[in-house]
């Protein structure tokens, strides 16, 4: 692999009677941290921002939960080492607050992107989203709401950074909370539905009493449906939607893989570019019979090969 520059903790917004939030930038050998050398695309490199999982309630930013973490695959540096930029941010937990603040969160570190292509050598119109599990799910809804008035910025986000989001590049339309394209692994994306889909062998269902679901949204998915859907990828799927990967194991015993496969049907009913990966016999973070990395290594080599063809299409 080539080198790499990493810049850790940036500090890219301040919710109000929260802690910073924070991200670690990576970035390619070639982009000096102040601007992007002569020789690179006269754009800027694709960038991709990173959420990572943990049920909305735990986890960390730059991590894939242990066990992926444990294979050694390390997908962020392959995704570096192939050309992309990669921010992985924080976003507030359940213990800090409920939906939509993780959205809001993962706005702002769009927002923040974009304001700053020039500075990173990024094209703020490749700026692209992937997570996994918990951060799949808010990948899933960047891709699905961007420029919405229902998810407000934060009061640190002022109307001049907003304006540098927006002008970062004259080629640049639409809304600069926007993303161009989503690669999910394992997401929740219907939180309706999610508890009557568990597997009989389910380690969690969203139905369970004080569950991942109901500490999200602050009640019992089954008991609130209206505020179930309001934090469900699935209903807000549209014509307009950018393509979507999404990677989902056959024996997830935490997010059914219908999760995944009803997503991919909506999107594809819609009118839109939708990819479904399902690994058979693979469980949440890739585990699998064998405890071997090679749903891991397949997700990942996946993931790299959906972003690299999106970066090409521009």
């Keep these: 692999m080539t080198a790499q520059r990493i810049l850790r903790g940036i500090e890219f917004a301040q919710p109000r009677n929260a802690d910073p939030l924070l991200l670690d930038l990576y970035l390619p050998a070639e982009v000096s941290g102040s601007a992007a050398k002569e020789d690179l695309h006269a754009d800027g490199l694709p960038a991709i921002l990173h959420l990572h999982g943990g049920g909305w309630r735990t986890g960390a930013r730059s991590s894939m939960g242990p066990v992926v973490d444990g294979f050694g695959l390390s997908p962020i540096a392959q995704l570096v080492d192939a050309g992309f930029v990669v921010a992985s941010a924080d976003y507030r937990l359940t213990t800090a607050a409920t939906f939509p603040a993780q959205l809001v969160d993962a706005k702002a570190a769009v927002r923040w992107l974009r304001a700053r292509a020039a500075?990173?050598?990024?094209?703020?119109?490749?700026?692209?989203?992937?997570?996994?599990?918990?951060?799949?799910?808010?990948?899933?809804?960047?891709?699905?709401?961007?420029?919405?008035?229902?998810?407000?910025?934060?009061?640190t986000e002022t109307s001049q950074g907003a304006a540098q989001a927006q002008g970062a590049n004259p080629a640049h339309r639409g809304a600069d909370d926007a993303v161009a394209a989503v690669a999910a692994w394992y997401p929740p994306t219907d939180l309706v539905r999610m508890g009557?889909?568990?597997?009989?062998?389910?380690?969690?269902?969203?139905?369970?009493?004080?569950?991942?679901?109901?500490?999200?949204?602050?009640?019992?998915?089954?008991?609130?449906?209206?505020?179930?859907?309001?934090?469900?990828?699935?209903a807000y799927v549209h014509p307009d939607a950018p393509p979507f990967l999404l990677i989902h194991g056959t024996a997830d015993r935490f997010v059914p893989v219908a999760q995944s496969t009803s997503l991919a049907g909506a999107l594809e009913g819609a009118g839109n570019d939708v990819e479904l990966l399902l690994l058979e016999d693979a469980d949440h973070m890739w585990s699998t019979p064998g405890g071997g990395s090679d749903a891991a290594a397949q997700a990942t080599a996946a993931t790299l090969d959906f972003f690299r063809r999106q970066a090409s299409r521009h």
């Design 119 to 155: 500075e990173y050598g990024i094209d703020p119109d490749r700026i692209y989203a992937w997570g996994d599990s918990a951060g799949g799910h808010l990948a899933c809804l960047l891709g699905l709401t961007a420029g919405s008035t229902d998810f407000p910025r934060h009061d």
């Design 196 to 234: 009557a889909q568990a597997r009989p062998d389910a380690v969690a269902s969203a139905d369970e009493p004080g569950s991942r679901e109901a500490l999200l949204i602050g009640a019992q998915p089954a008991e609130a449906p209206a505020k179930a859907a309001a934090a469900s990828p699935l």
